[in-house]
């Protein structure tokens, strides 16, 4: 199959140019003005704009998680990130305590493996680091293609690893030439405040908000930008969402370090005031919550600055019955929110045509350096010769609204519901096939391939 797209406004990280693309079988094969080449298929991309397809590198799907299950499945979920313009997604296997990292990616495997739509990865979450699973890691880099692992410093009793696992870990991954990423709050002061706001009856879903202050946060992401300078190990830090975390990152620049920063689109967006809105607060409580206004204009500054690399979800639907296990109890919560699929737009909507930032960064935060970190570049993240043909044709000036109605995510309440978005994705190729157009899905579950990651370049 070869198909030409004319007349399109290309954005990459770097460039903006009016150029035809000409693509045959699952590639890019020449960029240039004028094309005149014959192909089976023509698209005229006249007044549109054209990106890379989308790298959300964090979503959970169908994950088991405080005795449920996230509602999107590889099916749904990939599917959805589609509509909304991600062609890839990195989501992540959590390992089980006492058990190795290789049975938990079976696991994973079984319920992924045949079912996505989109192309996906996976990132491995150590739980428990040992001597056994030690010897996995070397495996996972090389034979797997999978090359960061994530480590989470909350979630006490359940995903918590302790500061000597931590350095363990950073010490081997570094050796083998991977990444660490860390979920970076406090989880003894967290884990105390929860049950002290339990023991007073407030159990509301606000106090799942203020059982995680900032200095949790920011405690956190300093421990562990000191531990990944002390190993050399690369280093990552998820869904950072506030100023103090920020400033541990900017801090450690000052000693020419270099740490990877992800914010998520919520925490540029939202901020703690929906925490007020009785249970209905429960569709935002995720971890950590969403912060303060203050906090969003410095990780919208953190964006321009160069200091946030990449603007993910943390997609973590639960459907409302799910939610309301904890009508009674915040800390029973299942914590996420579904965005997998509004993320494109919406930071198109409120980021560009805002004018908080340009197209350039807009591609290199959403698509190119997810990519490039996570060693998934050129083939993702640019439109070029010899790349993926993973492409969003997209028009700027489309307004419509986003709804629990209209979406493909399988979560019955909209994080956005009502809110007003200027752009819309139109047309999604992913290796080349049209996947989206005229807002119906394409192609067929089992097409997402899995993608294996190279080892880490911190060059990016
Ligand atoms: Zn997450």
């Known amino acids: 199959m070869s198909l030409l797209?004319?007349?399109?406004?290309?954005?990459?990280?770097t460039d903006i140019y009016f150029a035809d693309i000409f693509i045959a079988g699952e590639t890019v094969q020449i960029i240039g003005k004028d094309l005149s080449v014959n192909a089976e298929k023509e698209i005229d991309a006249s007044g549109m704009l054209i990106f890379p397809g989308g790298v959300d590198p964090h979503v959970h799907l169908d994950m088991p998680f405080m005795g449920t299950f996230s509602s999107d499945t590889h099916e749904t979920g990939t599917r959805a990130a589609l509509f909304g313009g991600t062609t890839t997604v990195i989501d992540f296997v959590?390992?089980?305590?006492?058990?190795?990292?290789?049975?938990?990616?079976?696991?994973?495997?079984?319920?992924?493996?045949?079912?996505?739509?989109?192309?996906?990865?996976?990132?491995?979450?150590?739980?428990?680091?040992?001597?056994?699973?030690?010897?996995?890691?070397?495996?996972?880099?090389?034979?797997?293609?999978?090359?960061?692992f994530k480590?989470?410093?909350?979630?006490?009793?359940?995903?918590?690893?302790?500061?000597?696992?931590?350095?363990?870990?950073?010490?081997?991954?570094?050796?083998?030439?991977?990444?660490?990423?860390?979920?970076?709050t406090n989880g003894d002061m967290i884990d105390y405040l929860i049950q002290k706001h339990r023991d007073e009856g407030k159990l509301s879903p606000l106090y799942h908000y203020l059982s995680q202050p900032e200095v949790t946060e920011a405690e956190a992401s300093e421990r562990f930008v000191d531990m990944a300078n002390y190993t050399g190990c690369p280093a990552y830090i998820v869904h950072l969402t506030c100023e103090g975390a920020l400033n541990a990152v900017r801090n450690s620049t000052k000693r020419n370090q270099k740490v990877f920063v992800e914010t998520c689109i919520q925490y540029l967006l939202l901020n703690a005031s929906l925490y007020e809105k009785n249970f209905e607060g429960a569709k935002w409580v995720m971890s950590p919550p969403l912060r303060e206004k203050k906090d969003q204009e410095t990780l919208w500054a953190g964006i321009n600055q160069g200091l946030v690399n990449v603007v993910a979800t943390d997609h973590c639907p639960f459907m409302w019955e799910q939610k309301k296990i904890g009508e009674n109890d915040f800390s029973k919560i299942p914590n996420g929110h579904p965005a997998i699929e509004n993320r494109m737009e919406l930071l198109f909507s409120e980021g560009v045509a805002k004018q908080k930032i340009s197209l350039n960064k807009y591609?290199?935060?959403?698509?190119?350096?997810?990519?490039?970190?996570?060693?998934?570049?050129?083939?993702?993240?640019?439109?070029?010769?010899?790349?993926?043909?993973?492409?969003?044709?997209?028009?700027?000036?489309?307004?419509?609204?986003?709804?629990?109605?209209?979406?493909?995510?399988?979560?019955?309440?909209?994080?956005?519901?009502?809110?007003?978005?200027?752009?819309?994705?139109?047309?999604?190729?992913?290796?080349?096939?049209?996947?989206?157009?005229?807002?119906?899905?394409?192609?067929?579950?089992?097409?997402?391939?899995?993608?294996?990651?190279?080892?880490?370049?911190?060059?990016?």
């Not at 797209?5 to 990280?13: D, E, F, L």
């Not at 996505?116 to 680091?129: L, N, R």
């Not at 640019?382 to 000036?397: H, K």
Request: charged content about 25%; glycine content about 8%; hydrophobic content about 35%.
């Open 5 to 13: 797209i004319k007349n399109g406004n290309i954005i990459t990280a």
């Open 94 to 148: 959590l390992q089980k305590q006492g058990n190795s990292l290789k049975a938990a990616l079976d696991e994973w495997n079984s319920r992924a493996n045949g079912n996505a739509v989109g192309d996906y990865s996976f990132h491995m979450a150590v739980t428990d680091f040992n001597n056994e699973t030690k010897k996995e890691i070397k495996h996972f880099i090389e034979e797997e293609g999978i090359t960061s």
């Open 151 to 184: 480590t989470f410093m909350a979630y006490k009793g359940a995903l918590m690893i302790d500061d000597r696992q931590m350095i363990g870990l950073m010490e081997e991954v570094k050796k083998q030439g991977g990444m660490v990423t860390v979920h970076a």
């Open 363 to 460: 591609v290199e935060v959403a698509c190119t350096n997810p990519a490039k970190i996570f060693g998934m570049f050129p083939c993702k993240g640019t439109i070029a010769p010899g790349s993926d043909a993973d492409i969003v044709i997209f028009d700027p000036d489309e307004k419509h609204t986003l709804s629990a109605k209209t979406h493909h995510m399988s979560v019955d309440y909209s994080a956005y519901e009502g809110w007003e978005v200027t752009g819309k994705v139109k047309t999604v190729l992913l290796r080349g096939k049209v996947a989206i157009d005229n807002n119906e899905c394409l192609v067929e579950k089992g097409y997402g391939k899995f993608i294996k990651r190279k080892k880490v370049n911190e060059k990016i």
